[in-house]
């Protein structure tokens, strides 16, 4: 399970794969984005959609300004841009081959993020962990309380403007 905040740090960039789909919703601006580094990059990506449908009930409720990069793949990409248009959110959404799980898509999305200038991203994917048998979705809900609540997104926040701190993870 990989679910993280980091403090987003300048590399040499590596040029964006194609891929077949890209699809902004509600218009991202520049200046929205764009030299706004304080906003929180939510870089979510989505495999399975029931999961994804209870990852943006918790992401909704918070209230620092952020954008959302969802990577998916070719048979559920319609469906979650229909599913964000529904909920007027601000989003990147791109879809790759599955391949590398959740990896690959991040390295290729966290390219579009690098161009906006975050300083800090929540890192999330929608994982049900069947080895973990009943206990995946405990798991998974436990590390989302952690994560994606607005307390914890500010400390988290003061913590990496006065620590060289590179990542947090859920305890």
Known sequence: YTFFIIKSIKTNSVPIKTSSKLVTINNISKEQSQGN???????????????????????????????????????IFDDVCEFIRSKKANAIIVCYENVGRDIYPF??????????????????????????????????????????????????????K????GMVGPS
């Open 107 to 160: 390295t290729q999305i966290m390219q579009y993020v690098k161009e906006n200038d975050h300083k800090y991203l929540i890192k999330i994917h929608t994982k049900k962990s069947p080895h973990r048998l009943s206990r995946g979705s405990e798991w998974r809900e436990r590390m989302l309380a952690d994560l994606l609540n607005q307390d914890n997104i500010d400390m988290f926040i003061r913590c990496m």
């Open 162 to 165: 006065k620590y060289p701190i």
């Open 37 to 75: 580094s304080q906003t929180l990059a939510i870089i979510l990506h989505v495999f399975y959609f029931d999961i994804f449908i209870t990852i943006m009930e918790k992401i909704e409720q918070i209230d620092s300004d952020y954008i959302l990069y969802i990577s998916t793949y070719s048979p």
